[in-house]
């Protein structure tokens, strides 16, 4: 792994820790224990007191299949993409992707992809993992901006106000 260092904001610190718990838990549900030392040695360098240096975390590159995070706004997020786009399943539209995608016996509550790519996943909790997973990317690389990262989500636009992002009360 190749070392590189740089200054830690609490935003960053925050961002890391999220990926390190997202790494533990999908090494914990595959069975593999192949992550948990460097999991364990980066944690060990990691302080929310002040500015440091760290090692740079590898990202992975299996597909995420267990979502666990300590960042309730995040979980927000989720949920309200999960509503404005299927009605959280609900939704009786036989052209939306959410229908679609159980009549190929998968899952896609979330909208993710589009129509235009029609991704399906094989359960609700590794769609549920991949939005997680780029909202908490997506959030980092806004600096925290929610309108912008939902309206991004949504449009695929750099903007920071459409009227997807209008309803999200946080």
């Known amino acids: 792994m190749k070392r590189r260092t ?8 925050n961002f890391v820790l999220i990926l390190l718990i997202l ?5 914990a549900y595959l069975g593999l224990d192949l992550a948990a030392d460097k999991v364990r040695a ?6 929310p007191l002040g500015d440091m240096n760290v090692v740079e975390v590898e990202r992975i590159v299996e597909k995420p299949v267990a979502v666990e995070t300590l960042n309730s706004d995040i979980l927000d997020l989720v949920d ?6 299927s009605t959280k399943g609900k939704n009786t539209n036989p052209n939306a992707l959410h229908n679609y995608c159980k009549s190929l016996g998968k899952s896609n509550e ?3 992809g589009g129509m235009r790519l029609k991704m399906c996943f094989d359960s609700e909790k590794a769609a549920k993992a991949w939005v997680t997973l ?4 997506k ?8 309108g912008m990262t939902l309206c991004y989500y949504n449009l695929g636009e ?5 009227s997807y992002a209008e309803g999200y009360g946080h």
Do not use: D, P
């Open 80 to 85: 309200y993409i999960h509503t404005k786009e």
């Open 110 to 112: 979330y909208g993710y």
């Open 6 to 13: 740089k200054r830690v904001n609490r935003r960053q610190y």
């Open 158 to 162: 750099k903007i920071t106000n459409c």
């Open 139 to 146: 959030l980092e690389t806004f600096n925290g901006n929610v």
């Open 42 to 47: 980066s944690q060990a360098m990691l302080s």
């Open 23 to 27: 790494l533990s838990a999908i090494s």
């Open 134 to 137: 780029w909202l908490a990317e």
